[in-house]
């Protein structure tokens, strides 16, 4: 299943972080905002073993346990401007912004295709690891793998976001 909503924009300053983080933080904070819209319980993020690292770990109403991996690339014009660093965003008067689009543009790279063969085993090994680690967070449902690609656009941002990848 498949997600592909637009938000937009509201940018502040990030000075001590390189241009990629702050790209990925930026991703990561306005998917956390999107989960917490549709239900979800942030568990934690940014989570790093020897393998790698999990980007978001969350819980489902349904109690399942899911393990996200945050693609973000940036698509603007104007790439010095600054990003929003605080979490969560925009997310106060969500249905105000929240527009369920579909998004024509002439992107050739996709944050979709950032996801290589390679990262994809090291997803799955480290949500592996995560759950047998901390199996108590695993309910009956079990646990699954989540990917949500987003585009940074002039003015909106584009969050595409697929359940159950594997």
């Not at 299943?1 to 241009?19: A, R």
């Not at 940036?74 to 105000?96: A, C, H, I, Q, T």
């Not at 690891?129 to 079990?142: C, E, V």
Request: net charge neutral; proline share 2%; charged share 30%.
């Amino acid at each position: 299943m498949g997600y592909n909503l637009i938000y937009p924009i509201k940018i502040m300053d990030g000075s001590h972080k390189t241009e990629r983080q702050k790209v990925g933080q930026f991703g990561e904070n306005i998917c956390c905002g999107y989960l917490e819209y549709i239900g979800l319980k942030i568990i934690e993020r940014n989570f790093s073993t020897k393998f790698g690292e999990l980007d978001i770990v969350a819980k489902s109403s349904d109690k399942t346990l899911i393990f996200l991996e945050v693609k973000t690339m940036d698509e603007r014009k104007d790439k010095e401007k600054p990003y929003e660093e605080s979490y969560p965003l925009l997310f106060g008067n969500v249905n105000k912004y929240i527009r369920q689009s579909l998004i024509a543009n002439e992107i050739d790279f996709t944050p979709e295709d950032q996801m290589s063969s390679k990262k994809i085993g090291n997803f799955k090994k480290i949500s592996e690891w995560y759950a047998n680690k901390y199996d108590k967070l695993i309910g009956t449902n079990g646990y699954r793998l989540d990917l949500a690609a987003i585009t940074l656009l002039d003015n909106c941002i584009s969050l595409r976001y697929y359940t159950n990848i594997f």
